[in-house]
């Protein structure tokens, strides 16, 4: 399980099964979207499974996440998400009108998203192969002229936002499949991240690095960032927007909030000149209300993540090994 | 299971409750694959999920299945694949050596096939929610100008090719999961087809239709493009190559070859005064050389396909209900 976690394991199995037997230089750039050039134009191009249990959560189904997932991946490349496919694996003796209204979530956020569902497909699987339904999309986008974002890019002095809140996609998963109950009902962030990278790169087209804290949380990316460029990357724990039911939760089931799943938040690497007028302008767009600088990028401990604790001390913020969380999304 | 064999049930699903709720135009097409615009240039854009069983069988694997296939469904509108995205669903306690051969064997279909890897994703789910590997590639091609291949296109005076012999995928998979011998191994056609669609495409731009009979075999790919051209189709039964040994195999399993998957194959619809130059272009191709013409576009009976036997009566050829084999792809 831990192979599918977003952490160590994950990416060891990218780098030592999967990179080396498909070979090609866009993958090898490890974004969460590839950017490839076909007929003289420059595309987004991504791809993600969704195998979310439960189907309906607090705040969205994985029909909404099958849209914004890789709604999300295209726009952490600057790119304006154009086009999906979808890819259903059905288990055998699901209800049509479970199908039917996954479909209905899928087919609105991909409206609230400006994407077109264009192409798609269905298997069928015997029960006990599967678990309901799997979705797959890819999607493509145009990535808007003069604009290169990609961690590679990342360099010292770059100053680290986050677009809100974090941990919320992460809790209002475990709490409903635990049952639990923390008071307020935590809602998923679930949302498409494309019009905030529209209104950020209308202040600046030149965003360093994107990059959505899905499996292994804001800590998996912050280090995906950190190893890809060399850089070193310093965090203020106080500075990192955490909501109190977030931490309740996250206390009671012995979890880290920096390492819990997001599906609507993500984290830019910014000039330092920008970045107080890209703040701004993420402040004044509904989903960037709670943004905050939370960082910066340093040339000390190259590739290594540090975070100030709010108690005054040092520590060091690791990749997570496995997952904390099984089939997040 | 039905909705998944690629007949009726498998079309009623994406008329019923897929097409509506996504509802865009380039779905709606209800091709192979979908022709969109993005910056300017026409692609082609598609996805096949794989879950076929054994992983390997003869003649192929999940691997080279999954490059084929997506490849293959941008041909049929006439496009090169020039990039795949490709997404991993895997169960728990699948051993990492036969990820690593499945990607072996997809990464030497994709060079074979001059396609790119260019992105990807892997999920993990518990025991028993999964069969080993499941894979999703979506691919993407740019379509040549002045080429319009679609289903809409055929009228009646159309010849209908079929690039070579039928059933050999699907009786393979059945041969090896079911444990029967038939004297000679029959193995899987499994080819990427773009190589021979360009050679196609190099006589004339001017081919109508394309289709690869895969689920549903021969029979759904010719009822799939009576229903959506509104034309009626006359096959002599007689000129359909198909193999002794994939005959022999069908007695014995009570199957009719028109009705078995085929992963190699394409049913071309082109007009009348092109078909002996697009025939002879295509014998000189390696994955053509016993192509043949098996009928033609008539006016009448439109939307039905009509069979004339090889004893001299004629039966209706039905697209399948639910499907002959699971899980054959």
Do not use: W
Not at 34 to 51: E, M
Not at 262 to 290: I, S, T, W
Request: aromatic share 4%.
């Amino acid at each position: 399980m831990g192979h599918g976690g977003g952490g160590v394991m994950s990416a060891e199995l990218v780098q030592d099964v999967f990179a080396p037997a498909f070979g090609g230089p866009a993958l090898a750039a490890l974004s969460d979207s590839a950017a490839i050039r076909i007929g003289g134009v420059r595309l987004a191009f991504s791809t993600d499974s969704f195998v979310v249990r439960p189907l309906f959560f607090p705040g969205g189904s994985i029909g909404d996440l099958a849209v914004n997932g890789t709604v999300n991946d295209l726009a952490m490349s600057g790119a304006r998400a154009a086009y999906l496919s979808c890819g259903f694996i059905l288990e055998e003796g699901v209800e049509l009108s479970l199908v039917g209204r996954v479909s209905q979530a899928l087919g609105s956020a991909a409206r609230a998203a400006g994407v077109e569902v264009a192409t798609g497909d269905t298997k069928v699987v015997e029960a006990g192969h599967g678990d309901g339904i799997y979705i797959n999309t890819a999607g493509i986008g145009l990535i808007p002229d003069g604009v290169d974002i990609r961690p590679q890019r990342v360099a010292p002095g770059d100053l680290v936002i986050v677009s809100g809140a974090i941990g919320l996609h992460g809790v209002a998963i475990m709490s409903v499949r635990e049952g639990l109950e923390f008071g307020v009902e935590i809602q998923s962030d679930c949302a498409a991240l494309g019009g905030l990278v529209g209104t950020m790169l209308a202040v600046t087209p030149d965003l360093h690095a994107l990059r959505d804290p899905t499996r292994g949380g804001l800590a998996a990316a912050l280090n995906e960032i950190a190893t890809a460029s060399g850089t070193g990357i310093e965090i203020r724990e106080r500075n990192v927007p955490v909501p109190p039911e977030v931490s309740s939760a996250c206390a009671f089931l012995g979890l880290d909030p920096m390492y819990v799943a997001n599906e609507g938040k993500l984290v830019a690497f910014v000039p330092r000149q920008d970045a107080d007028a890209v703040l701004e302008a993420m402040h004044a767009h509904p989903l960037g209300g709670q943004a905050a600088i939370i960082g910066e990028c340093v040339e000390h401990h190259p590739g290594m993540v540090v975070a100030h604790t709010g108690l005054g001390g040092t520590r060091v913020v690791d990749l997570p090994i496995g997952e904390q969380l099984p089939r997040i999304c």
